[in-house]
């Protein structure tokens, strides 16, 4: 009463520039929070994925894709995943989703055949991002697991390839085999999928000072 006797205004907060800039601010660092909780950035080293995804010579170096995992997302058919390995001292891999639990797989020439959990025929899989480049049909490494000792995923369990066949350190080896649950990182999301050029590039010019 006596601010309006006297003609005196009342703070308003919410018009004082400063405040707004505040707020904003803390808006945007709790997004960021919110954010890292459950996406983990990825830069993809080495060659293994190609023509997809593109990796740098080093983790050192310039020249790999950057991309997104969701920590939270559970994996299906033909999705891009990140996972821990054993015996690399906590590194990463990245590759493509073949089979899970159930699901029956072998390769013959570089072609994967998979019958899938509950049915009873193989069928072979239409791989457009495989280019015949990457794959030798010749390769021992391509046949395997082979058509007389096929792989069945077991529970909770994945079985995965990178799209280059002939290069690919991936389920086929002997010392990885299907990967669990428990080894997953992350599902690369489809929109840094299709946003991998910007995020890429935003990543090279802090990370690399381009």
Not at 21 to 33: K, N, S
Not at 178 to 206: A, M, R
Request: glycine share 8%; hydrophobic share 40%; net charge negative.
């Amino acid at each position: 009463m006596c601010d309006r006797l006297l003609g005196k205004k009342r703070y308003a907060a919410y018009k004082d520039p400063l405040v707004i800039i505040l707020i904003i601010l803390i808006f945007l660092l709790l997004c960021r929070v919110l954010f890292s909780f459950r996406y983990q950035g990825i830069y993809v080293v080495g060659n293994s994925m190609l023509p997809t995804l593109v990796g740098a010579e080093t983790s050192d170096t310039p020249g790999g894709d950057y991309l997104y995992a969701d920590t939270y997302a559970m994996p299906e058919h033909g999705d891009i995943v990140v996972l821990e390995t054993p015996g690399r001292n906590g590194r990463y891999i990245i590759k493509r989703v073949i089979a899970l639990s159930g699901d029956t797989i072998y390769l013959d020439r570089g072609i994967v055949y998979v019958m899938y959990n509950g049915t009873e025929e193989f069928v072979a899989l239409n791989e457009e991002y495989v280019l015949e480049e990457n794959f030798s049909p010749w390769e021992p490494i391509n046949s395997v697991p082979s058509k007389d000792e096929p792989v069945t995923v077991p529970e909770n369990s994945m079985f995965v390839l990178g799209d280059n066949r002939n290069v690919s350190h991936d389920s086929r080896a002997e010392e990885y085999g299907c990967f669990s649950y428990s080894q997953l990182v992350g599902v690369i999301t489809d929109w840094s999928l299709n946003c991998k050029e910007f995020f890429t590039g935003l990543y090279t010019f802090f990370a690399f000072g381009f």
